[in-house]
């Protein structure tokens, strides 16, 4: 198995830059998320350690050996795409079988492999079928059994679920994550959907524009956003933003917005000028004695919970709580944040401030 | 605006009964979201009240008045497909103006710019409007495909899962945004979808088909909170419901079969042990799947919570849904 690293990579594409200058490091066995909108470099990045296009400039080493000019066939590693391309006219068996029956493997070998594959995947009793009339869940499974019968170094997959409907990616999401817990097998995985990358990942490098924006525990991501785009892209609803002019310093523990005191995490850095504040919307309560107002403007159920949507002087913000509370739209109400929770951007570059709560997460990265 | 009836309708498609003696009706000004897996019958029905389909058996009525033989341009319905279709030589503006411009309307010229401009600034492409359909990206054209619907005031709006094309983003931006169209319209909409965060947060009612028939009509609160069947209760709820042997954690209600937990009906650190198998931080909150006698079960907890794979915690039910062998409710 397999650790990678990536140093100081660049992709160019003519005049277009997909990967600026990416460094990070995926461990021996980590189930690794590259997370972004469409266009920020992640699917480049993961052909770049595929060996499917070569960087322009940088390192990358797998188990130590520098690989970023070899080609994908020297790699040891195993692709997984999202539309998965079986031989259509060859019946699962050989589908899966032909990676090993082109190395060459004598055929009983190659019998036990694909027999034992078949078996973790689950697909024992259809090996012997046509791919034509499989389920789309039964041909991803294959797609999978012919990329693990290799035992690879590590499994490159490229929005493997893309595909498949919300009910059966869910499904298919856990069954991947248990297929990795059993077998350790580094793998790096790209998506665009943050609850997948949430979910599934031990780590996760969130990109955009060809730029690293964050990289780390989905936790810590989560609630110590590095910049205001990881803040707006992980999370459902997003971070509520609130821009506002201010001043703080080392030691300050609140800010002013529309000349209400909130309260925030102790700064251990300064900055002066337009200030956003990023709360969570799990982390906004609503109450009436609070100074800072706004009138609730919509109500969204969600079962265990609502989504309420307020209008402030600061942009609307939404919060997250109980089903069972009743809001009457067109009321104005105060809002509580939890200090614990608040992180302070600079406006002008969207990076965040660093404070007592979030200096720990966002030093190493 | 009107109120849509359908009266036993029944419909098959060589061998496939898509819908069996389906009756709802659609209250004036409501905003229903019907709900079931492919193959339910939640197209098809949008199909017949729209009149691309005829029902076999049964009958369809829009304000009082019968459907029966009337085209659907007769019908003063607009729908919104999954798939877009733009008038690809024309530009966004012109697409939108389209449905406006027929003869039969008589749309004043300053009338229609105003309609189209604000419908625009909704779905946030009035920096779009003049550029030629084919020049956009997939979510612009379905934009531009609900603008041409709700340029026009008909008497029921029907939609097939319009977003399902969307990023994530602008999907959450939508969904508030056509709820209070209908809302301030007081228009009917009918409305397809996969997505149970969209029946959730949009519906005034939910239709719960399966294999075409209606099961299930009433609020999103009712629906998740006094589902009648171990299906209705599966179409929402994220983690989806679990279901479990009636008697796994105790006494059960005479003839029930499985017991149904939500997370809400899962109560933390009392009762019956439950090894950790495993712990996904979703950043709001942490799923922990939990395994008890030969039973799997998900529930939820506290984002920050400092259980890891391998702890035992207790766990006991509170309130249960419990259902009968044909998985109807009984308590």
Known sequence: ???????????????????????????????????????????????????????????????????????????????????????????????????????????????????????????????ESPVGGLSGGDRQRVALGRAIVRDPACFLMDEPLGALDAEFREHMALELRALHDRMGATTVYVTHDQLEAMQMGDKIVVMNHGVVEQFGKPQDIYDWPATTFVAKFIGSPAMNLLDFDGMVGNGSTSVNLSETKVDIPQMISGANGTLTLGVRPEHVRLDDAAGFRGRIVASEYLGTTQIVTLDTNHGPVKARIGSEVVVKIGETTGMHFDPRSVTLFDRANGKALISKANHEVLSHG | ??????????????????????????????????????????????????????????????????????????????????????????????????????????????????????????????????????????????????????????????????????????????????????????????????????????????????????????????????????????????????????????????????????????LQGQGHDCLVKRVEHLGDQTRLHLSYSNADLITVTDAHTSLKSGDIIKIQPHRPFYFDGAGNRIA
Request: glycine share 8%; aromatic share 6%.
């Open chain 1, 1 to 127: 198995m397999a650790q990678i690293v990536i140093k100081n990579v660049r992709k160019e594409f003519g005049a277009f830059t997909a990967v600026q200058s990416s460094t990070f490091t995926i461990e021996d066995g980590e189930f690794f998320m590259l997370l972004g909108p469409s266009g920020c470099g992640k699917t480049t990045t993961l052909r770049m350690i595929a060996g499917l296009e070569l960087p322009t400039a940088g390192e990358i080493y797998i188990d130590g050996e520098e690989v970023s000019q070899k080609p994908a066939s020297q790699r040891d590693i195993a692709f997984v795409f999202q539309m998965f391309a079986l031989y259509p006219h060859l019946n699962v068996r050989k589908n899966i079988s032909y990676p090993l029956v082109s190395q060459g493997m004598p055929r009983d070998k190659v019998r036990a492999k694909v027999n034992e594959v078949a078996e973790i995947l689950g697909i024992t009793g259809i090996l």
């Open chain 2, 1 to 266: 605006m009107a109120e849509v009836l359908l009266q036993g309708v029944s419909k098959s498609f060589g061998p496939t009964k898509a819908l069996v003696d389906l009756s709802i009706t659609v209250p004036d000004g409501a905003f229903v979201v019907l709900l079931g897996p492919t193959g339910a019958g939640k197209t098809t029905m949008l199909r017949m009240v729209s009149g691309l389909d005829k029902p076999d058996r049964g009958e369809i009525r829009i304000a009082g008045q019968s459907m029966a033989g009337l085209t659907p341009a007769q019908r003063n319905v607009a729908m919104v497909f999954q798939q877009y279709s733009l008038y690809p030589h024309l530009t966004v503006r012109e697409n939108m103006e389209f449905p406006l411009k027929s003869p039969l309307l008589k749309t004043p010229k300053a009338e229609i710019a105003r309609k189209v401009g604000e419908v625009a600034e909704i779905l946030q492409i009035s920096h779009k409007l003049d550029n030629k359909a084919t020049q956009l990206s997939g979510g612009e054209m379905q934009r531009v495909s609900i603008g041409r619907a709700l340029v026009r005031n008909p008497s029921v709006y029907l939609m097939d899962e319009p977003l399902s094309s969307l990023d994530a983003k602008l999907r959450a931006d939508l969904r508030v945004e056509l709820k209070s169209i209908q809302a301030n319209l007081g228009a009917t909409f009918i409305y397809v979808t996969h997505d149970q965060i969209e029946a959730m947060t949009m519906a005034t009612h939910v239709g719960v088909l399966d294999q075409g028939r209606l099961v299930q009509f009433g609020t999103p609160r009712d629906i998740y909170e006094q589902p009648v069947s171990i299906y209705a209760a599966g179409r929402l709820g994220q983690p989806h419901i679990n279901i479990l042997p009636a008697n796994i954690f105790g006494a059960a209600p005479a003839n029930a079969v499985s017991i149904g937990l939500r997370p809400e009906h899962i």
